[in-house]
């Protein structure tokens, strides 16, 4: 997040962000050093964010909608057991339904955590058909990329890239 910036301002981080205010075609994002939990090629708007406040924003007017779209979320400090409450939450009101792909950044747990979030995230979307990516250096990360909500992209995970659509 841009609070991170002031205690964080490495070049990647800097650089990411520049990228997304001032270029007029994002470069695609290199998903080399992410997990691919599942293969497939999706295109979508990429909606999202903190999962926490996703899940709380259910049956309020905030409500994120999903459908058609590319879901991104990230969370810190959180266990395992919330963690799939919360995505649980979500798959259960239809919010995964017609989600295109899933990207996941940033999740990482409480310290001395016993359970596995890797598993867990298998277990929670093993019915999930479309491609899932894990690992991304978005959210509590650092250095972090931009990530831009509401822009069109296509995930491709055989060509490991995330490519944003130009007229972003």
């Known amino acids: ?9 490495d070049p990647q981080t800097l650089d990411s962000l520049k990228q997304y205010f001032f270029s007029s075609q994002l470069p695609p994002i290199d998903l080399e050093k992410c997990q691919i939990m599942k293969l497939g090629k999706a295109k979508g708007v990429i909606v999202g964010g903190c999962l926490s406040l996703l899940a709380t924003s259910m049956g309020t007017p905030y409500e994120l909608e999903t459908d058609g779209n590319i879901l991104f979320f990230e969370d810190t400090d959180e266990k395992v057991y919330a963690v799939d409450r919360m995505l649980t939450q979500l798959k259960n009101a239809g919010k995964l339904k017609k989600v295109k792909a899933i990207l996941i950044g940033s999740l990482f747990p409480k310290e001395k955590e016993s359970h596995s979030m890797d598993e867990m995230l298998q277990e929670v979307l093993a019915d999930f058909q479309g491609p899932i990516v894990t690992g991304l250096l978005i959210g509590h990360t650092h250095p972090f990329m931009t990530l831009p909500l509401g822009v069109s992209a296509t995930l491709d995970t055989k060509q490991s890239e995330l490519i944003f659509d130009p007229s972003h």
């Open 1 to 9: 997040s841009i609070t991170h910036l002031g205690r964080h301002n």
